[in-house]
């Protein structure tokens, strides 16, 4: 409901004016106790409305010292005018790590034809425009376009946004701002027959260049898919390649005794990768990446099979091993991860995860209750709990949490 500006707009250079996660928590990853709350998301007619405001307690952190009880809320309206053609607004409001004004607002829109960039050349466009305006700071603004259009054998899509300096989303997430990212991305689809090979082949290219506004930490990609295959029995194989080029003007470590220096890094990376059909008992994929890691060498490949006992139960294993190559000390990592997941019925099921990282020596299990009462009434039950061995023989607690939730939905 609360979703922004462009789809996918998670990843890259997307736009995200209100992240939930700020809301209850420390940037130091400490729980803020929530005194109250209320959320509300509805349609009427062609018109969809979604509000969360919340009140949260004080607390205090090396990074942010004393921080006093606040408001924190989001408001979401959009109107569709029918077909794909919808717009909407978006204002968010507070600061969680401070008690000064804190504003984001925004619009964005969408128009979808079967004939929007000529007859029988159907497609969507993409728009939206949210500035921020907080209390002791300067103005920001965020701003982007995407057109896209396709056949049954190609699709095409091209983006361009822009992250000003000063953008600096409270309730949200940006991933780096002073940037202006210009994507595009062209793929060809070739579908068999029953009698065919191959299900499903495609090509895919979609080059990706950033371009610093305020410096030169640029950096250009150029994404290569050179097949992926399905076959007849939905088990896939994919081959791609990846170069790239990047400007690094201040260096920064990836682990301890590791780091990469400010300078101009060139390369590519080549991946193949496997997934087998996920309706079998027995399912799993494998990916092996090989090439350039700024100035060194990287090796990267994991696997991960999944079992499906019985339609009640299902269970997964994973395994990741990272290891990057350079003239000093290397990089080199594992993560472990256990999934096991139970249905008991359609309105009732169990999810944990279990993921441990040796770089880190962080060990977390996270589980999940979701049970429906009734048609329009969930409830959510989440347990977190940490672990780390760091420079020690065993583990020891690092965070417990518990939290719960009921949505419950009138229809009217």
Do not use: C
């Amino acid at each position: 409901m609360f979703e922004f500006g462009l789809p996918g707009g998670r990843r890259g250079g997307g736009v995200r004016p209100f992240f939930s996660r700020t809301i209850g928590r420390a940037p130091d990853g400490t729980p803020v106790p929530i005194l109250a709350g209320v959320k509300f998301t509805g349609r009427m007619g062609d018109w969809n409305l979604g509000l969360l405001e919340t009140r949260v307690d004080d607390f205090e952190t090396d990074d942010t010292g004393p921080v006093g009880e606040r408001s924190l809320g989001v408001v979401r309206i959009s109107r569709n005018f029918g077909g794909e053609n919808s717009a909407g607004l978006i204002l968010t409001h507070g600061d969680p790590v401070g008690s000064g004004s804190a504003l984001t607002y925004g619009a964005d829109f969408r128009l979808g034809s079967t004939r929007l960039f000529g007859e029988g050349r159907p497609g969507s466009l993409w728009g939206y425009y949210v500035a921020t305006a907080n209390e002791g700071a300067p103005d920001g603004a965020n701003y982007g376009v995407r057109a896209q259009t396709s056949s049954s054998s190609w699709e095409h899509m091209a983006e361009v946004s822009v992250t000003e300096e000063n953008y600096d989303p409270r309730m949200g997430f940006v991933r780096r701002t002073g940037v202006a990212h210009h994507r595009y991305r062209m793929e060809y689809i070739w579908r068999g027959g029953p009698e065919d090979r191959w299900r499903r082949y495609s090509f895919q290219i979609a080059p990706h260049v950033d371009l610093d506004l305020t410096g030169g930490e640029d950096r250009k990609t150029l994404p290569v898919t050179w097949a992926e295959l399905e076959f007849q029995s939905e088990d896939s194989i994919e081959l791609s390649t990846q170069w790239f080029r990047e400007t690094l003007e201040d260096g920064f470590d990836l682990a301890e005794g590791v780091n990469v220096g400010p300078g101009d890094y060139d390369g590519m990376t080549t991946i193949l990768g496997f997934q087998s059909n996920d309706r079998r008992r027995v399912t799993g994929e494998a990916r092996l990446e090989v090439g350039d890691f700024f100035d060194g060498d990287l090796v990267r490949w994991s696997v991960e099979p999944n079992f499906i006992p019985s339609k009640f139960v299902s269970m997964g294993l994973g395994y990741e091993d990272i290891h990057a190559a350079f003239d000093g000390p290397d990089l080199s990592t594992q993560i472990y991860s256990m999934r096991l997941d139970f249905t008991f019925n359609p309105d009732l099921n169990l999810r944990n995860l279990v993921q441990y990282d040796s770089e880190s020596a962080d060990l977390g299990w996270q589980s999940r209750l979701h049970w429906i009462l009734t048609p329009g009434q969930d409830l959510y039950v989440v347990a977190l709990l940490g672990w780390n061995r760091l420079d020690r023989d065993s583990f020891y607690r690092t965070s417990e949490e518990l939290s719960v939730k009921l949505a419950y939905t009138l229809r009217f």
